[in-house]
């Protein structure tokens, strides 16, 4: 039995998705478990999260505040990371994201093991923030026992990057759950599009809005769903382009709901690690348009070919009209990527080659230490 702690700042997302089922299944197998995240986000919905996941949690949840940028908040709440270590005697410290893997990395007495889950590696040494980031990353290298990458893309920007990981190394894939192969139909009166996600530019969200404005004698009617820092500037966009009635705005809801809400999922991002909203979408057979970023062709294998430029509209705009004219072909090749998911991104194995890759970081540092 392994006593292992999660770190992570903010409850949302897919790295939020990774951590409860990790969690999730590590308690299943019998290890204790705690968390430790941010008070200051997520919301209601990270709020209900952490609720149906408590009691599984036998090394408790702790919640407090955490800044998105470096702040004089990282000070106290490093010391509260190192506390909880203590308290719990965890043996495992597992740091997610950034900003969670620097709290997890700098405590002491304990395996630390880092997933970026992009994070630092969407930024380049061209700008100050980006050059502040990168460098502190280098200065952890030596303090992680343990490097987990979502995807072989992640390992590959991480050394480009900062420099070549140390200690034990392994790529180990997000995974999803035998209950999301069930295949969703769209409702009676999905729009065509839809896009389900963080609301911030990363995400692509304006370059898929000037590729309805390429297609609006169509009309191409999109349901967005999700929230973020430039909510408000995607609708002023909508809006200037003439797209106001062709395009709506939801809030946040399960991914699955929200696939019923289009006929062809779009996912334009600019950067990614390994989303779980495109293995979500490919194991519910939803038709899908998504870019040639990060982990993502990972996913697609023999199918990345079909993947999209990013930062591209008209390219964008291009697959968007051919894949809404041809959905018998579309539907087909969904089918075929479902059964490559299935076969290669389950959270089961997620699971157990994290708990492998742990215990693989406690032998080396076993060896080394006598």
């Keep these: 039995m392994l006593r292992i702690l999660h770190i992570l700042r903010s409850p949302v997302g897919g790295l ?39 009691r599984q949690l036998a090394l408790g949840l702790t919640r407090v505040p955490m800044s998105r940028h ?42 630390r093991v880092y997933t970026p889950h992009g994070g630092s590696l969407h930024y380049s040494r061209g700008s100050p923030v980006g050059l502040l980031y990168l460098t502190l990353e280098q200065v952890l290298i030596r303090r992680t026992e343990l490097f987990l990458f979502e995807s072989r893309y992640g390992r590959a920007a991480f050394t480009a990057k900062i420099g070549e990981p140390a200690g034990v190394v392994r790529v180990v894939h997000n995974g999803v759950t035998p209950a999301e192969f069930t295949e969703i139909t769209a409702q009676a009166d999905a729009s065509d599009i839809v896009f389900v996600g963080e609301l911030r530019r990363l995400k692509g969200v304006d370059v898929l809005l000037d590729a309805l ?16 820092p430039d909510a408000a500037q995607f609708r002023t966009q909508a809006e200037r382009l003439g797209l106001s009635a062709a395009v709506r705005f939801l809030p ?105 890759a742990y215990r693989e970081a406690l032998a080396a540092l076993r060896v080394q230490t006598n």
């Design 252 to 356: 946040p809801m399960p991914a699955r709901d929200a696939f019923r809400l289009g006929r062809l999922f779009v996912a334009p991002s600019r950067a990614e690690s390994l989303p779980y909203v495109v293995l979500e979408a490919a194991a519910a057979v939803v038709p899908m348009i998504t870019t040639q970023v990060g982990g993502i062709p990972e996913v697609f294998g023999p199918q990345a070919a079909r993947l999209v430029p990013p930062n591209d509209a008209d390219a964008l705009a291009r697959a968007i009209a051919v894949a809404l004219g041809e959905p018998a072909g579309l539907h087909n090749e969904a089918l075929t990527l479902r059964a490559r998911v299935q076969a290669e991104f389950s959270a089961d194995a997620m699971a157990d080659k994290v708990l492998a």
């Design 70 to 111: 470096v702040g004089l908040s990282d000070v106290s709440a490093q010391r509260h990371v190192a506390q909880r270590a203590r308290e719990t005697g965890a043996e495992i410290l597992h740091g997610h994201g950034a900003k969670g893997g620097a709290y997890a990395r700098l405590c002491g007495g304990a395996i």
């Design 16 to 54: 939020f998705r990774h951590v409860t089922d990790l969690a999730r299944a590590q308690a299943a197998r019998g290890h204790q478990v705690g968390i430790v995240a941010d008070s200051s986000s997520g919301g209601a919905r990270a709020d209900a999260a952490f609720e149906s996941l408590f």
């Design 213 to 228: 404005a390429q297609l609006r004698d169509g009309p191409v009617t999109a349901t967005i769903v999700g929230d973020g």
